[in-house]
């Protein structure tokens, strides 16, 4: 089982999913994101291509949420006593 040091996102400490990165390539994985969260929003305006940026959107996310999945902590609920 990898070290608390290995993970790229860290679990949050209240409540279900993950923190900021704590590592270089989750930082770089997270400014990724955001960058294609941007030329989305250039391409696929959502005033004339509603339908097509909601799924890039979506597609995007799903990749971010699979990559926090693969390289963070494993997800479970936390109330802040850990």
Do not use: N
Not at 20 to 46: D, E, K, S
Not at 49 to 57: D, I, Y
Not at 63 to 75: H, Q, T
Request: a positive charge; proline letters at 7%; glycine letters at 12%.
């Amino acid at each position: 089982m990898p070290s608390t040091r290995d993970y790229w996102f860290p679990a949050k400490r209240y409540g279900w999913g993950w923190g900021l990165p704590t590592r270089w390539q989750g930082w770089l994985v997270l400014i990724g994101y955001f960058a294609l969260l941007g030329a989305t929003l250039h391409a696929f305006a959502p005033q004339r291509h509603m339908a097509g940026f909601v799924v890039v959107v979506a597609l995007l996310s799903l990749v971010l949420v699979g990559i926090c999945w693969l390289k963070g902590e494993p997800p479970r609920w936390r109330w802040g006593d850990d």
